[in-house]
């Protein structure tokens, strides 16, 4: 079974300020890893996915994300946020059998402030 | 293109009643999962279905059941409603060895 810890359940930070999201997850197998976001009354969108490769992957609106497996960890960063990053981030794996049975944390509110 | 579509939206139902939620995935995915998302917490996983098939099924009570159409639309019913079943219901769908594909959820209020 997989489990994934979200540490900080909000984060305020200000306006072009860097920020940083923790995720942690426990797996007896191998895994992927993403990061999905929420806005407000909104289904999730895939933000950045690990399948294997490279340990840092990178979204097109500037976020990344880098895979440690000693730590198992999958931290997400921004070097400068937007008010419009203003959203709920949810860190989650998958079994390496794409698909199925996505184990979600409970996610982090980014509040970014002006 | 079209994505995940989840009908309907928003839903206010009484204890003990029934409910079927409706999720259409996008054109070509033949796989479709269901979430269950209670408020202040991370989505979890009710069902997957591939090719009308169960593939998985999370730790949820078997008044919850689900079936797929040979169109790869799909239903989630719930039995004897509980106040506790009251969360946004994801539908997700993908190909197979792709991501997630969420819809905007059904908003399930019992009351």
């Known amino acids: 079974a997989q489990s994934v810890t979200q540490l900080d359940s909000q984060v305020p930070v200000f306006e072009e300020a860097p920020v940083e999201l923790r995720c942690n997850y426990s797996?007896?197998?191998?895994?992927?890893l993403f990061w999905y976001v929420q806005y407000p009354n909104q289904g999730l969108q895939l933000l950045l996915k690990?399948?294997?490769?490279?340990?840092l992957v990178k979204s097109i609106n500037g976020f990344e994300a880098e895979f440690n497996k000693s730590q198992t960890s999958f931290h997400l960063r921004k070097p400068s946020v937007h008010i419009s990053d203003t959203a709920e981030y949810f860190c989650?794996?998958?079994?390496?059998?794409?698909?199925?049975?996505?184990?979600f944390g409970p996610g982090t509110r980014l509040s970014v402030l002006p | 293109d079209a994505g995940v579509t989840q009908s309907p939206t928003h839903l206010i139902k009484t204890r003990g009643q029934h409910v079927t939620l409706r999720c259409s995935p996008i054109?070509?995915?033949?796989?479709v999962s269901w979430y269950q998302q209670v408020l202040g917490q991370g989505p979890q996983f009710i069902f997957q279905?591939?090719?009308?098939?169960?593939?998985g099924r999370g730790n949820f009570p078997d008044r919850f059941s689900a079936r797929q159409f040979p169109n790869y639309s799909s239903e989630l019913n719930v039995n004897a409603l509980l106040l506790g079943d009251s969360a946004l219901y994801l539908c997700?769908?993908?190909?197979?060895?792709?991501?997630?594909?969420f819809g905007n959820g059904t908003r399930l209020t019992v009351t």
């Open positions: 997700a769908s993908s190909l197979e060895g792709s991501p997630l594909h």
């Open positions: 797996s007896s197998v191998s895994v992927y």
């Open positions: 690990y399948l294997s490769g490279s340990t």
């Open positions: 989650a794996v998958s079994p390496g059998n794409y698909g199925q049975n996505f184990v």
């Open positions: 054109s070509g995915h033949k796989s």
């Open positions: 279905y591939y090719e009308k098939e169960e593939r």
